[in-house]
């Protein structure tokens, strides 16, 4: 399946692409399109768009696009859940909301600036995604 969202990745628009790619669609094609330009390649190419406004998969009220993705795929994984709240507060700019927050705002800043290529950035900061999901999940199995 094809999706689509804005060029120009920042941390929900990274955070989702892992999370489809990951957990929803193993074979997804990911494209990023200016804006404007978002609707017309989601008709064109019988894309999914998401975190673009008014799309199914964006942001609703406090939540980010991450938290969409969840709810619509019935993802229920609590370490996923976890990394929704980190990825919701680094992009939605409630830093304090989560310790990890402003290390993962932080870390998408700067990634943008030495991968400026979407699908490069992508390429480097999934790593990243892999293992924060591997810590939490070491967390949350030593609540258990």
């Given at each position: 399946m094809k999706w689509v969202t804005r060029a120009h990745v920042h941390v929900d628009r990274v955070a989702c692409p892992w999370l489809i790619e990951r957990f929803v669609d193993s074979r997804a094609e990911i494209l990023f399109a200016a804006d404007s330009l978002v609707d017309k390649i989601a008709r064109e190419e019988n894309a999914i768009?998401?975190?673009?406004?008014?799309?199914?998969?964006?942001?609703?009220?406090?939540?980010?696009?991450?938290?969409?993705?969840?709810k619509k795929y019935d993802l229920t994984d609590p370490v996923l859940h976890k990394l929704g709240d980190i990825v919701n507060a680094a992009d939605t700019g409630?830093?304090?909301?989560?310790?990890?927050?402003?290390?993962?705002?932080?870390?998408?800043?700067?990634?943008?600036?030495?991968?400026p290529d979407d699908n490069e950035n992508l390429e480097y900061q999934f790593p990243v995604y892999d293992a924060l999901y591997a810590a939490l999940k070491g967390e949350i199995e030593k609540v258990v």
């Open positions: 768009p998401f975190d673009v406004e008014d799309a199914e998969l964006g942001h609703h009220g406090v939540d980010c696009t991450f938290r969409a993705i969840l409630h830093l304090k909301a989560h310790p990890y927050a402003a290390g993962l705002e932080a870390l998408a800043r700067g990634f943008s600036l030495m991968y």
